[in-house]
């Protein structure tokens, strides 16, 4: 499967952005897909994850802030930023466990002070 990012942006503090991750095939049966960012000079940090059956689960850094979903019939998963922070900015990657993990190219997410 390969998948496209986007929906990134520049964003003032307290704003919100909706990220998307495009897959080039059906998703109805991939068990886990979701997102990690990684911001300058840090480690790749993993976000959200929403499973086939639409469990959902978030790092503590954004739980209650973010929201994880997938659209089965659009080949979709989204992640809805509110209250973003600084220390939100990141390139956020989305990525697939289908035959080894995939990963789409990122999209930057910058929010300003």
């Known amino acids: 499967v390969q998948l496209q990012a986007s929906g990134g942006g520049l964003v003032q503090a307290g704003g919100s952005l909706r990220l998307s991750c495009a897959a080039s095939r059906r998703i109805d049966n991939i068990g886990i897909m979701g997102w990690y960012r990684q911001a300058p000079g840090k480690q790749r940090e993993w976000v959200a994850t929403?499973?086939?059956?639409?469990?959902?689960s978030y790092a503590d850094s954004v739980r209650g802030r973010f929201s994880i979903s997938r659209d089965n019939a659009k080949n979709t998963v989204s992640l809805q930023m509110n209250s973003l922070k600084p220390e939100d900015t990141a390139v956020y990657y989305c990525?697939?466990?289908?035959?080894?993990?995939?990963w789409g190219q990122g999209t930057q997410v910058t929010v300003s002070s």
């Open positions: 990525y697939a466990d289908s035959f080894g993990r995939k």
């Open positions: 929403v499973t086939s059956n639409n469990s959902t």
